[in-house]
């Protein structure tokens, strides 16, 4: 089963939490106003009524017997509380609610010949009132929730912008697209918030980064530079000795060591992101065809479909030899070598790459082989995945499926662009189909 993952931008959250606060508060102060205006308004009626019943009662006993409008005396619908009330001499008021319309107001009083007066009605004007006052409680409520929503946006969306460009920036910078893009530069705005902390945080970071790096690169293409001299002399004293067995592994220490010294100085200008490519317009599968040939000449080259390309056929070269010299080394036979359209492929079929290659990539003094059993400086693939960065293409590693592809083994896919990469030696974002 798929599981979708869900995921909502900050600028909804932040609505949908302002909402839902303001909701919260709205129905909270709805039923307090309701509540209060409605008690307000009972306690007026009650007073009105008996009021109206002592009126009546003082209209009663001053004509003899007569009777206001709408006064009774010995109601039989009269509640019995008002009746219990009148028992001991009590005058009262009741509310009768029947959970219809307007609620009834009674008041009652006794009178001195042992009857009650009593007098009822309903002020469906007041509640009338009361529900002109619910509506205008439920508007404001909405109002305010739409409002809440619509502020929530703003900010959220503002807020989403900057930590976007933050984003942006920050690869940027990882990616090497612009080395000197700044984050706090990129947010900009006017608003100081801890969003900026956050910039001049990833800013100081990625400056110290760089210095670390740019120390690290300088160090280790000086000592390259140190050890070239004495390698080169090493080798020429080697050409004098005479010649037999030690001779010929002196000379072929000397000329790994030498080999060496090369590979790191081309890292270390690798690394300085100084390098630029010198392009030309070449024909991918005439091209990979011959330095096949040349390189490893048992390996099996596959035209599946031809293609121009413009590239630098010399980091090219140089790129595809690495990747045969690695299956040499720490794969098995067959090698095979593929071309489709702008796509190359070579396979071995040996153990493959291990994880943390196709986990992190490829690191220097690291061998892409699962048993390193001391070939190799593990300098090859990273050569290769720097040199298709200048050329703007796209380097990438996997190990093949036994079952699905026939065996297993180590697939290494370069993905040339269709276009020239930039002047920063960066690649454009290539789809890899499925």
Not at 21 to 36: F, P, R, T, Y
Request: charged share 30%; with cysteine; proline share 5%.
């Amino acid at each position: 089963m798929v599981k979708l993952a869900l995921r909502s931008g900050l600028r909804w959250k932040v609505s949908l939490a302002i909402a839902a606060v303001g909701a919260l508060v709205a129905v909270a102060l709805s039923l307090v106003v309701h509540n209060a205006a409605r008690v307000s308004m009972l306690n007026s009626s009650r007073d009105q009524m008996d009021d109206r019943v002592q009126i009546a009662q003082r209209y009663y006993e001053s004509t003899g017997g007569k009777l206001m409008l709408r006064a009774k005396v010995d109601d039989p619908a009269l509640p019995k509380p008002l009746r219990d009330a009148a028992d001991v001499g009590l005058r009262a008021t009741y509310l009768q609610d029947n959970g219809s319309g307007a609620p009834e107001v009674w008041a009652s009083t006794p009178l001195r010949n042992g009857r009650i007066l009593s007098i009822h009605t309903r002020f469906k004007d007041r509640y009338d009132i009361l529900n002109d006052l619910d509506r205008a409680l439920i508007i404001g409520s909405v109002s305010v929730v739409l409002g809440g929503c619509a502020l929530g946006i703003l900010v959220g969306g503002q807020l989403s912008r900057r930590l976007r460009k933050a984003a942006t920036a920050a690869r940027k910078l990882a990616d090497g697209d612009d080395p000197d893009v700044r984050v706090r530069d990129a947010i900009g705005g006017r608003v100081r918030d801890e969003t900026d902390d956050l910039a001049r945080a990833v800013d100081g970071m990625a400056e110290a980064l760089r210095d670390r790096l740019e120390a690290e690169r300088r160090v280790t293409a000086d000592i390259a530079h140190e050890l070239r001299t004495p390698v080169t002399g090493l080798l020429t004293a080697a050409e004098l000795l005479p010649p037999g067995r030690p001779t010929e592994l002196v000379r072929d220490r000397a000329q790994a060591m030498r080999t060496l010294v090369e590979d790191v100085l081309e890292v270390a200008r690798l690394d300085g992101f100084a390098e630029r490519a010198e392009m030309q317009d070449i024909e991918l599968g005439e091209f990979v065809q011959r330095r096949v040939r040349s390189a490893a000449p048992d390996a099996k080259v596959t035209v599946v479909r031809n293609a121009y390309a413009s590239t630098d056929p010399r980091r090219l070269e140089r790129i595809l030899g690495n990747l045969l010299a690695n299956a040499a080394k720490h794969g098995r036979g067959p090698v095979e070598v593929s071309v489709e359209g702008r796509v190359l492929r070579v396979r071995d079929h040996g153990p493959g790459f291990p994880e943390e290659l196709l986990r992190e990539g490829p690191s220097r003094f690291r061998t892409g082989s699962k048993d390193r059993a001391g070939k190799g400086h593990g300098l090859g693939l990273t050569i290769a995945a720097g040199q298709a960065r200048v050329l703007g293409a796209r380097l990438t590693f996997r190990n093949a499926d036994p079952e699905a592809e026939g065996g297993g083994g180590a697939i290494a896919v370069l993905w040339l662009p269709e276009s020239s990469p930039t002047s920063t030696g960066s690649f454009p974002i290539i789809q890899v189909p499925d």
